[in-house]
């Protein structure tokens, strides 16, 4: 397949987008750092307290009160694994 010649203004917005993209994925990552430090904290926590790091009830708590506030196109079942994958890396962290 041949490609078109990219027009000017095609290729402007294409950068006006990725740069949106740039900043959103750096957000994502300070959110995550963020979030990695609380669930450390609570992993200290849970050690002091002499319980299990792992509690699926939480976890499956956290899932159901997402699913409801999803409004946007992300589908449910992307939407469970990306915050499974979350709570998965931040669960080990706390090992």
Same mark, same amino acid.
């Given at each position: 397949?041949?490609?078109?010649?990219?027009?000017?203004?095609?290729?402007?917005?294409?950068?006006?987008?990725?740069?949106?993209?740039?900043?959103?994925?750096?957000?994502? !990552?300070?959110? %995550?750092?963020? $979030?990695? #430090?609380?669930? *450390?904290?609570?992993?200290?926590? /849970? =050690?002091?307290?002499?319980?299990?790091?792992?509690?699926?009830?939480?976890?499956?708590?956290? !899932?159901?009160? %997402?699913?409801? $506030?999803? #409004?946007?196109? *992300?589908?449910?079942?992307?939407? /469970? =694994?990306?915050?499974?994958?979350?709570?998965?890396?931040?669960?080990?962290?706390?090992?």
């Amino acid at each position: 397949m041949r490609k078109k010649a990219a027009q000017p203004f095609l290729v402007k917005r294409l950068k006006e987008n990725r740069t949106k993209i740039d900043l959103i994925d750096q957000k994502l !990552l300070d959110l %995550l750092n963020q $979030r990695l #430090r609380i669930a *450390l904290e609570i992993g200290n926590v /849970k =050690k002091e307290m002499g319980i299990k790091i792992y509690d699926p009830g939480r976890e499956k708590e956290v !899932l159901e009160r %997402l699913s409801p $506030r999803n #409004r946007g196109s *992300l589908k449910e079942e992307d939407l /469970k =694994k990306i915050f499974a994958t979350i709570i998965k890396v931040c669960r080990r962290s706390q090992r």
